[in-house]
């Protein structure tokens, strides 16, 4: 089956930045689209950006301006670029790549810690 795999967490003070990735193992990455998500202790599953094949992006009002979702396809690889990082950001982050209508595959998570 397809793997995802995200890296790029960590611990960063609040105004930092941080990039995520999500390397998949399929050769129809470019048909899948890409979002990510966050979960915090007691929180529920957030949903975060979502990135299309076309390139379409969506984003949720909480890190609008801040965080930029994209994908290089001939790498297999989406990103998450985090700007301006609050202690509300943090976080485990998954990805999740969806085929719609075929197949749908999760990350295993990278932590997002946000503290000074």
């Known amino acids: 089956q397809v793997q995802v795999v995200e890296s790029g967490g960590g611990l960063v003070q609040p105004g930092g930045s941080l990039r995520l990735s999500c390397a998949a193992s399929?050769?129809?990455?470019?048909?899948?689209?890409i979002s990510w998500y966050r979960q915090a202790p007691g929180n529920e599953h957030e949903l975060v950006a979502t990135?299309?094949?076309?390139?379409?992006?969506t984003y949720e009002d909480a890190v609008k301006g801040r965080f930029t979702i994209s994908r290089d396809d001939a790498k297999n690889t989406g990103y998450l670029q985090m700007r301006m990082l609050t202690p509300e950001d943090t976080a485990v982050y998954y990805c999740?790549?969806?085929?719609?209508?075929?197949?749908?595959?999760w990350g295993q998570g990278t932590q997002v810690t946000v503290s000074s």
């Open positions: 999740k790549i969806t085929w719609p209508g075929v197949d749908t595959f």
């Open positions: 990135i299309t094949p076309s390139g379409t992006t």
């Open positions: 399929t050769s129809d990455f470019r048909a899948y689209d």
